[in-house]
Nanobody
Framework: QVQLVESGGGSVQAGGSLRLSCAAS?????MGWFRQAQGKEREGVAA???????DYVNSVKGRFGISRDMSKGTLYLQMNGLKPEDTGVYYC???????????????WGQGTQVTVSS
């Protein structure tokens, strides 16, 4: 059974930083981070493939960094310069094939809450 377990969410003031982690039960070619704000659709934030090619949604470019440790099977999202509009539940996801923030993902974690106050 595939498991994706997120950690590292929390509350922070605007301008602050958080680092999310996702532990995967097996290796995947592509892993990504998604978020869903209350009352809004879920959106792709960042994705990274096994060659460490990354894709970001425009709103986080220059502020967020996605990385992965292939030896540990762990995915990370370093979030700097956080804004109130970054608030939401952040999900880790995985898939095979095309690795972009707009692709359809097959496996999902339970999510971790990120709250940014102004």
């Amino acid at each position: 059974q595939v498991q994706l377990v997120e950690s590292g969410g929390g509350s922070v003031q605007a301008g602050g930083s958080l680092r999310l982690s996702c532990a995967a039960s097996r290796a995947f070619y592509c892993m990504g981070w998604f978020r869903q704000a209350q009352g809004k659709e879920r959106e792709g934030v960042a994705a990274i493939d096994s060659a460490l090619n990354a894709d970001y949604v425009n709103s986080v470019k220059g502020r967020f960094g996605i990385s992965r440790d292939m030896s540990k099977g762990t995915l990370y999202l370093q979030m700097n310069g956080l804004k109130p509009e970054d608030t939401g539940v952040y999900y880790c996801a995985a898939r095979s094939g095309l690795c972009t923030v707009t692709a359809m993902y097959d496996y999902w974690g339970q999510g971790t809450q990120v709250t940014v106050s102004s």
